[in-house]
């Protein structure tokens, strides 16, 4: 059996091993977070703000963290960005107010822009683009793998001490950090034995006169305002209310939804790479569509995991496409282009979870779901009309593209 390494540059390796430990840390202080805050004597949308000014401080940043790969490269922004969320997430355990404790989450964003466009900047930039979607299939895998066992991890510290998750997690981040710090030489990005640029860079003017770029940005809007709001919001509060179920039912579908993402996600890069990304968006858009048709008609607990099985599958595809698009389309240095790229996905999670959940309370939580399949259509739409962009390697692209 082949190492799903083979024919990737070790930089791969080097950052997929990196970032599981981030992800594995993640996992371990998400379920905490919350509960932490909770002892403050702060209420449920005190409580929801500090999940999300982690997200704006990231969305806000991408453009600065992109100008940052852009100057110092990416191992330098890389360590240094999970090096600073590692500082403040150790602030955050060791917080005495919950005004602190806001404070310290909300800087630790500008750390996890950075090193996330950093990993973007590595994966477009070390990876021909007959083995992109497969890199990023891998590096979304360790993420995956990651993200399912920090969780248990986390609950068996939180016995001990709701502090104990943050410090594991600023270990976890360390360790993350030191790996590129030492071993993500930069080797193969693009650049001569003198370190000297070799491709001019793609300007956030010249990526947005391609069509392909355009579309992976919508695509992940999209994306993540569909997928992750509705996972995020309205769905276990309807599993819980609407189904009569418990919460533990909901944890089940999300993660009957990663295994399902988890098994298809490298044949899904294998099938991107090989058929190509006009392919693969199609494939994905339209497995999860499907998925979404069935939250609306869901009337019993097998309909919503069938439901959840649907969007993981689909989600293997849409996870690694539009990256792979991008990546694709981008010339030399152009960490801009990917922050902006960053920042489309970022602001789809802000807004997902808001408009569906006005829509769930002013109307239903069916009209919710019918609002999300419509949304979604957009995606569904814009893949079939996707330039095929895998062989594209320059920044003057054929007038098709654009």
Do not use: C
């Not at 960005?81 to 107010?97: D, E, I, N, R, T």
């Not at 990651?146 to 998750?165: K, T």
């Amino acid at each position: 059996m082949h190492s799903p390494f083979k024919d990737l540059p070790r930089e791969i390796k080097i950052l997929t091993t990196a970032s599981f430990f981030v992800a594995v840390g993640f996992g371990i202080v998400l379920p905490a977070i919350p509960v932490f805050a909770r002892t403050f004597g702060v209420n449920n949308t005190a409580v929801g703000l500090i999940v999300s000014t982690f997200a704006i401080t990231r969305f806000a940043s991408g453009l600065i963290s992109g100008k940052l790969v852009d100057r110092f490269g990416e191992r330098v922004v890389f360590s240094s960005g999970v090096g600073m969320v590692a500082f403040f997430v150790l602030l955050a355990g060791l917080s005495q107010s919950y005004g602190q404790l806001l404070f310290f989450r909300a800087a630790g964003g500008l750390g996890s822009s950075m090193f996330t466009v950093a990993a973007g900047s590595v994966i477009m930039r070390a990876v021909d683009d007959n083995n992109r979607a497969r890199a990023f299939s891998i590096y979304n895998g360790a993420f995956l793998v990651g993200g399912i066992s920090g969780p248990a991890i986390g609950g068996l510290l939180s016995l001990i001490s709701l502090r104990a998750p943050f410090f594991a997690y600023s270990i976890t981040l360390t360790i993350s950090g030191l790996i590129a710090l030492f071993f993500l030489k930069g080797i193969n990005l693009n650049r001569g034995e003198d370190g000297e640029e070799l491709a001019p860079r793609t300007s956030i003017a010249q990526a947005l006169s391609l069509k392909p770029y355009r579309i992976a940005l919508v695509i992940s809007f999209i994306g993540n305002w569909v997928l992750f709001g509705v996972r995020s919001s309205i769905l276990p509060i309807f599993v819980i209310e609407t189904l009569r179920s418990t919460p533990a039912v909901v944890g089940y579908g999300f993660t009957l939804s990663a295994l399902m993402q988890g098994l298809l996600l490298l044949r899904a890069g294998k099938i991107s790479d090989t058929r190509g990304r006009k392919y693969a968006a199609v494939s994905g858009s339209f497995i999860a569509l499907l998925g979404l048709i069935v939250l609306i008609f869901t009337n019993s607990i097998w309909m919503y995991f069938l439901s959840m099985a649907f969007i993981g599958l689909g989600g293997a595809f849409l996870a690694i496409t539009p990256s792979s698009i991008v990546g694709d389309v981008i010339k030399g240095k152009s960490g801009q282009v990917i922050g902006l790229f960053q920042m489309a996905g970022d602001a789809g999670m802000m807004v997902g979870p808001i408009v569906l959940g006005w829509f769930a309370d002013t109307f239903s939580y069916q009209a919710a779901f019918i609002s999300t399949v419509v949304i979604f259509s957009v995606s569904v739409i814009l893949s079939f009309r996707l330039p095929e962009t895998r062989k594209s390697h320059t920044i003057v692209i054929d007038d098709h593209l654009n």
